[in-house]
DNA sequence: ATCGGCTCGCGCAA
DNA sequence: TGCGCGAAGCCGAT
């Protein structure tokens, strides 16, 4: 498609008016295998924006559909042993399939939800269902066991397997390497944003859809890989108790789904005002809580862009021409405004950034070499106090306000914003070493976390170890020169009470 | 309450 | 080659 540049302000109707297809750039092939023209339906598979809305995969494989004049079947599967399957991210998942049910269903789109009763049982549905497609669609997605999974898809698949990448603003491919600060990110998007900003995918690709419907997927399918039933989706009844799954990471509190994503962005952005203040204070409901529904892709950071850029009356033309990376006075947006924006874009695609660049993103050696050297040099510091993974787990440590922070993610499935940083930083102060700390972090962050196993999960840990840092004096034992902080300086800074109270014990 | 020093590497200006 | 500056800090001095 035609990609056109800025010259002057563009008002939001302009912007709307310009959707056609999607960017070669979101769009990888993945096979060399070809689009068979007498198959039965076009494919979605979705596996990483497990969504109905601003969803550029969705959008494509319709146009797929559209161009052959198949009907489009859409599967979302989950796997029943992927790595920290838990009953906790499954309930989220399978919310999540509830609403992309409904969705669908008033489309008039078949959906094809299919939740894996043990391991192995999966096995061969894709290359079945590729068999009578005639190509699949799915969704890029840069870390985790996605990469993997697509790759393996790939070799199968006997038609062609194209990946969207519907992650973030910038797509993955507009960048050639990794960044190693956010300020040098964010002179980059300061630079490549603007255009993206008129290349939203539609807010709803399911309407108005004349697409041929198809009745019934094939029986062959059905009887051997049924479908997810409406009362396993709606969460009231056995099947779930019964999948052999891990059941010590329970549910947590939080709803998943697109229609809860939607809800809790509502809510935020009626509180956005109050983002900038509150959203590091332990007594207030300052962050989001968009995360989890960003992880799973049940929310697409376009959509939050969309309401909050709408809410705040905001045009293109308020953007800043500056390129020098500084965090506020880009967008041309209130402080909070702007400081939320620079979480959700500038920190957030840093992140799928550094998972699409570099293979070793989850390993020590991906840290800059500075803190490398000085996390080595003190490797063999004494340390006061060294405790075991299982003992960082049970929330057994010395440390009133560490211990309540490790409740919270076993309860809530997140830690607090800020409290998150002096998690990660006291388990490298009480690990036997680094790597011990770095494999204390990942197990027990994408064990718990619903945000787990994300990019931005990986940012979190690794800028613990350095990562988007730079060194910090006097340099410490055990720390060497990547930056300090205590549990007392952070109960001086914050209040701690009620905090305490709360999460004080299981 | 606020400030400087601690320390390194990137990217731009010269 | 020099210079400014950077996710959230810490500590001690003012």
């Known amino acids: 498609m035609e990609r056109l540049g800025i010259a002057g302000p563009l008002s939001r109707f302009q912007l709307e008016g310009r959707v056609k297809g999607v960017q070669s750039s979101r769009l990888r092939v993945l096979n060399d295998a070809p689009v068979k023209f007498d198959g039965k339906f076009v494919l979605y598979w979705m596996v990483a924006s497990r969504r109905t809305r601003f969803n550029f995969g969705l959008e494509h494989a319709i146009d797929r559909a559209?161009?052959?004049?198949?009907?489009?079947?859409?599967?979302?599967?989950?796997?029943?042993?992927?790595?920290?399957?838990?009953?906790?991210?499954?309930?989220?998942?399978?919310?999540?399939?509830?609403?992309?049910?409904?969705?669908?269903?008033?489309?008039?789109?078949?959906?094809?939800?299919?939740?894996?009763?043990?391991?192995?049982?999966?096995?061969?549905?894709?290359?079945?269902?590729?068999?009578?497609?005639?190509?699949?669609?799915?969704?890029?997605?840069?870390s985790f066991m996605i990469p993997r999974m697509l790759e393996a898809a790939a070799r199968q698949a006997v038609v062609q397997l194209e990946a969207v990448d519907s992650n973030g603003l910038m797509p993955l491919a507009a960048a050639d390497r990794a960044f190693p600060t956010a300020h040098s990110f964010r002179r980059f998007l300061q630079r490549e944003l603007r255009e993206q900003l008129i290349e939203f995918p539609k807010a709803n690709p399911l309407a108005r859809l004349q697409l041929p419907s198809l009745k019934k997927l094939p029986a062959s399918i059905l009887e051997r890989w049924p479908t997810a039933s409406d009362s396993l989706?709606?969460?009231?009844?056995?099947?779930?108790?019964?999948?052999?799954?891990?059941?010590?990471?329970?549910?947590?509190?939080?709803?998943?789904?697109?229609?809860?994503?939607?809800?809790?962005?509502?809510?935020?952005?009626?509180?956005?005002?109050?983002?900038?203040?509150?959203?590091?204070?332990?007594?207030?409901?300052?962050?989001?809580?968009?995360?989890?529904?960003?992880?799973?892709?049940?929310?697409?950071?376009?959509?939050?862009?969309?309401?909050l850029l709408d809410r705040e009356d905001w045009a293109i033309d308020q953007l800043g021409e500056g390129t020098s990376g500084s965090r506020e006075g880009w967008w041309g947006l209130s402080r909070s405004a702007e400081a939320f924006l620079d979480q959700l874009v500038t920190w957030r695609e840093l992140g799928y950034n550094m998972c699409r660049q570099r293979t070793d993103y989850d390993r020590f050696e991906s840290l800059p070499d500075w803190a490398i050297r000085t996390l080595q040099e003190h490797a063999g510091d004494t340390r006061e106090h060294v405790y075991s993974l299982e003992e960082f787990e049970e929330a057994a440590t010395h440390d009133e306000l560490w211990n309540a922070a490790q409740r919270q993610l076993r309860r809530d499935g997140t830690i607090h914003n800020y409290l998150r940083m002096l998690w990660g930083k006291k388990i490298l102060h009480w690990s036997e070493n680094p790597l011990h700390a770095l494999e204390t972090m990942i197990e027990l962050n994408n064990k718990y976390a619903l945000d787990g196993r994300n990019p931005n999960s990986y940012s979190g840990i690794f800028w613990v170890l350095g990562r988007y840092d730079r060194p910090w004096g006097p340099e410490r034992p055990i720390f060497g020169k990547v930056r300090y902080m205590t549990s007392n300086n952070t109960a001086r800074k914050l209040k701690v009470a009620g905090y305490l109270e709360r999460y004080g014990k299981d």
């Not at 549905?125 to 497609?133: C, D, F, K, V």
């Not at 929310?299 to 862009?305: A, F, G, Q, R």
Request: net charge negative; aromatic share 8%; with cysteine.
């Open 66 to 142: 559209r161009a052959l004049d198949k009907p489009l079947v859409v599967l979302e599967a989950l796997r029943i042993d992927y790595p920290w399957a838990s009953e906790r991210f499954h309930r989220f998942v399978i919310d999540g399939m509830a609403d992309n049910a409904e969705r669908f269903r008033k489309a008039d789109i078949q959906y094809y939800p299919y939740v894996e009763p043990r391991p192995e049982a999966g096995k061969g549905l894709l290359a079945e269902l590729g068999r009578h497609a005639c190509s699949i669609v799915t969704d890029d997605f840069p």
């Open 233 to 307: 989706l709606s969460g009231t009844d056995e099947v779930l108790r019964e999948l052999p799954i891990n059941r010590s990471v329970a549910a947590t509190d939080v709803v998943g789904g697109a229609e809860a994503a939607r809800k809790t962005l509502r809510r935020f952005i009626e509180r956005i005002d109050d983002y900038a203040e509150e959203r590091n204070r332990l007594d207030a409901e300052g962050t989001s809580g968009l995360s989890p529904y960003l992880h799973f892709g049940q929310l697409s950071s376009h959509e939050i862009c969309r309401k």
